[in-house]
């Protein structure tokens, strides 16, 4: 059987040219592009790579890329990543991992930022059985709640909770993580507007017209999709 997440991988790999910085995000495609780059010895030591993930980091420490700190990136070339989902404008949600700012932060320093996966990923209209997920100040979570609900009364707002220990999930940089869970989601552009700018929220996983495009693999080989509307 076909693992077209690979298959994205080996595409998005001949995209990266000697030389050039480049970020990675996470995931399993993400790991297969690593192995790809890895399996090229002279292109590996040509590149400069950052990440927004822990285990993608760690697996390019141990692949032996020249790493740098995204604290000292300015610039990126490309920027790949997953996602849970894109529309055909190519706004997506990037809610498991809940490392969404760090991808944010990465996406938008690159020249190009551009999403990975397979065929699965690829709908017309955002689907919400993902929800949006926003990182916020701890001293926050209850005015965000509230506001929250003022802003968008059928939602509802579930705080992550650890699995590996009592108590609350606690992002990379130390915060809180909260689903939101919407019937329909509102008009993207407010949505994301009307959210970051919540005082508390330190960021969300709708990434509104950041991708410039995206590599599918599927039953019908790899596709290379662009916005329809050009952001």
């Known amino acids: 059987m ?6 994205a991988a080996k595409a998005a790999a001949l995209m990266i ?4 910085t480049i ?4 995931g399993k495609t993400i790991a ?4 790809q780059l890895a399996a090229q010895p002279a292109l590996l030591a040509s590149l400069t790579v950052t990440s927004s993930s822990f285990d993608t980091t760690t697996l390019l420490h141990e692949k032996g890329f020249k790493l740098v700190a995204p604290a000292f990136i300015g610039r990126l070339d490309l920027y790949f990543d997953g996602c849970d989902v894109f529309d055909a404008d190519l706004h997506a949600l990037k ?6 700012v760090m991808e944010k932060l990465l996406a938008s320093a690159a020249d190009k930022f551009v999403l990975l996966g397979d065929e699965s990923k690829a709908q017309q209209v955002l689907d919400t059985k993902y929800p949006l997920v926003i990182e916020l100040l701890p001293q926050a979570l209850e005015i965000v709640k509230q506001k929250i609900k003022a802003l968008y009364p059928q939602t509802r707002f579930v705080q992550r909770m650890s699995t590996g220990k009592i ?4 992002s990379d940089n130390g915060n809180l993580l909260a689903d939101i869970y919407f019937d329909a989601f509102p008009d993207l552009e407010q949505l994301d507007i009307q959210v970051k700018m919540l ?7 709708l990434f509104y017209q950041m991708a410039q495009q995206a590599v599918i693999a599927g039953s019908a080989g790899v596709k290379y999709i662009y916005p329809a509307v050009n952001h």
């Open 32 to 35: 297969y592009l690593v192995e």
């Open 17 to 20: 040219s000697a030389g050039q």
């Open 95 to 100: 809610s498991g991992g809940g490392i969404h």
């Open 23 to 26: 970020g990675l995000g996470g």
């Open 2 to 7: 076909t693992d077209y997440k690979l298959e």
């Open 199 to 205: 005082p508390g929220v330190v960021g969300h996983s």
């Open 167 to 170: 108590g609350a999930l606690i």
